[in-house]
């Protein structure tokens, strides 16, 4: 295909995220902590100017312009004040931020390997003794969601008994 019709194409888009990947990976990746999602999004924002500023390639270029915009949607969302107020929250959450994360990544760890990875574990033992009950707490009802929507999947497929050797 002749790459002008390409260009066409994907000029009004942002080939990088869809909009949905964008509000649930980016910003929830961060849940109820807006301060940090506010931090990601600021961050991306000052990195996409800079590359902007130097960037001659009209197809990159076309590509940082419309994740740009998609950034500027959100942040037109907020005043300058309310995300000033949502990155002051950062440090007064973040034992909870880290203890929901790390909760989040072992749970994840234990459906996909069957046990919490080394790196998350090290994280985990430097939380407070509350923050280490939080962590486990994340953990176990993420898996347990996990594990129960996985089963009634299975069960309304009619994989009612799962091959030797499949992870469950």
């Known amino acids: 295909m002749d790459m002008t019709i390409v260009t066409r194409l994907l000029s009004s888009q942002c080939t990088k995220q869809s909009r ?7 910003l929830e990746e961060h849940g109820e902590f807006k301060g940090r999602a506010a931090q990601a999004v600021l961050a991306r924002r000052r990195q996409l100017h800079e590359l902007l500023s130097h960037t001659a390639q009209e197809s990159l270029r076309t590509d940082l312009v419309n994740e740009a915009a998609q950034l500027d949607q959100w942040l037109d969302q907020h005043t300058e004040q309310e ?20 909760g989040r990544e072992a749970a994840v760890d234990l459906m996909s390997q ?11 033992v ?25 089963k009634e999947v299975e069960m309304a497929q ?9 992870p469950r």
Do not use: H
């Open 20 to 26: 949905w990947e964008f509000v649930n990976f980016v």
């Open 83 to 102: 995300l000033a107020d949502m990155l002051a929250t950062i440090e007064d959450q973040e034992a909870d931020y880290w203890a929901e994360r790390l």
């Open 114 to 124: 069957g046990k919490v990875s080394k790196e998350v574990m090290s994280r985990a």
């Open 126 to 150: 430097l939380l407070s003794e509350e923050g280490y009950r939080k962590f486990a707490e994340t953990c176990g009802s993420v898996s347990y969601v996990i594990s129960t929507t996985s």
């Open 158 to 166: 009619g994989y009612a008994t799962m091959p030797e050797g499949m």
